[in-house]
């Protein structure tokens, strides 16, 4: 399958990085009968910075992989509640024939150990402590491996026609091939910890939509959302998500702006520094495609890695999923290829991406935009949560839950919006 030699490779394909993106690619490469190595840095379990829910669109990606999710650890929601401008709103996650009409919320501490170890059962080979330092260029200058470094210390390189990127957010592998991140994409920061909460087991997501900045001696409204999501193991994830569009970004005390909410929260919910159960910590959400080109050489950027978060929302997880679900396609259409066939195969990649989500992240950061202006997001946070079937719509736009052909009005307008707007 490859153009070198069985001897002068270690697998048919390399995956760097063993969450989200990584562990779903290496499934389905696996599962297709590719030689699939997988290279995580750290050891199983291992904690990560997230909200911890799940939408519709990766409860499909995991449906899709067979992962067993009526398990214990599993905990169900059937929506969104969104609260702000003194107005409380349920909505449901919508019914379509395109995705499951429920979320699911698991640890990342969990999460992520489940689909790699899932990865492994497919055929995948997951070598953990593994450090990816670097790439190998065969005589084209194309990647035709990495080099690494082992728990003991010890350098190894591993050889293989195609390398997966999934290495997260900061990429270092990416830079490496002269990949950085483009200026004109929003980017948010999340800060997340957990409590001790008797709402650890309700069947809502929990949306604010209001974020004051307090930390100045004045009550700044901020763009971004915090959460309450109930985890069901006595413990909720609380967190919050500012985007970099605010004259206050990088200047706020993210912690402190946190440990506020939660001390103007209802004592009965629990959320007092007693009662918090974990560090208060942060990581970046790349989002709007903000790394690319998507392909280069021999190497694909999956997930985070190539800055496939939601502007709309701050997911990321589906996206990892389904970016790495669309790698795995192709490479496994190109390596039943050689030569120059093969190449056209791997260039199709970013094209199917900016097919999926070009339209819709463009919509994404005009959006970012518009909430970025405190009056715009405080007079849609009054005047639209009072209207239902206006937030109905909302959610289908802001999660990306429509259904493709037929579907309903709103499903439509979000579709052409989509397929109208300019993908770059």
């Not at 990766?58 to 003194?86: C, F, S, Y």
């Not at 910590?281 to 021999?298: D, E, I, K």
């Not at 802001?398 to 307008?413: I, W, Y």
Request: hydrophobic share 40%; proline share 6%.
């Amino acid at each position: 399958m490859s153009a070198q030699s069985s001897t002068d490779r270690d697998a048919d394909v390399l995956v760097i990085g063993a969450g989200p993106a990584g562990a779903t690619a290496a499934f389905h490469c696996a599962q297709s009968g590719l030689s699939t190595l997988v290279l995580e840095k750290t050891q199983f379990p291992r904690e990560k910075v997230c909200g911890d829910g799940l939408t519709p669109r990766a409860v499909k990606q995991l449906l899709a992989m067979g992962v067993p999710t009526d398990t214990e650890g599993w905990l169900k929601h059937k929506g969104l509640r969104i609260v702000g401008g003194g107005h409380t709103l349920e909505l449901p996650w919508p019914e379509l024939g395109s995705y499951p009409d429920y979320g699911l919320i698991r640890t990342r501490m969990d999460f992520d150990e489940t689909l790699a170890r899932h990865a492994q059962k497919a055929g995948a080979r997951l070598l953990e402590q593994t450090n990816v330092t670097g790439p190998v260029f065969d005589k084209n200058n194309r990647v035709a491996g990495v080099t690494a470094k082992q728990a003991d210390g010890s350098e190894v390189t591993y050889k293989a026609p195609v390398v997966l990127v999934c290495d997260g957010n900061s990429s270092r592998f990416s830079l490496e091939l002269g990949l950085h991140k483009r200026e004109d994409r929003p980017m948010g920061v999340a800060v997340r910890t957990y409590y001790k909460s008797p709402r650890h087991n309700e069947d809502w997501l929990e949306s604010w939509l209001e974020l004051w900045d307090t930390s100045r001696g004045e009550r700044k409204l901020l763009p971004g959302y915090g959460w309450i999501f109930p985890v069901g193991d006595g413990t909720c994830n609380i967190g919050l998500g500012v985007l970099n569009n605010s004259c206050a970004f990088g200047k706020t005390d993210y912690r402190a702006m946190l440990k506020a909410w939660m001390a103007s929260c209802p004592p009965e919910w629990g959320f007092s520094e007693e009662n918090r159960t974990g560090q208060i910590l942060g990581a970046a959400l790349p989002m709007g495609f903000n790394r690319q080109p998507h392909y280069t050489r021999g190497a694909l950027l999956v997930g985070d890695a190539g800055g496939m978060v939601n502007p709309f929302n701050g997911e990321g997880i589906a996206y990892a999923m389904e970016s790495g679900a669309m790698a795995a396609e192709v490479v496994v259409q190109a390596l039943g290829r050689t030569g120059a066939q093969r190449e056209r195969v791997l260039e199709t990649y970013p094209q199917a991406l900016q097919d999926a989500w070009g339209g819709y992240y463009t919509l994404g950061r005009v959006f970012v935009k518009m909430i970025g202006n405190p009056q715009f997001m405080s007079f849609a946070t009054r005047h639209g949560l009072p209207r239902p079937a206006l937030m109905r719509f909302t959610l289908k736009l802001l999660a990306n839950l429509t259904d493709p052909k037929g579907g309903d009005a709103s499903d439509r307008v979000i579709n052409a919006l989509s397929k109208l707007a300019p993908s770059a």
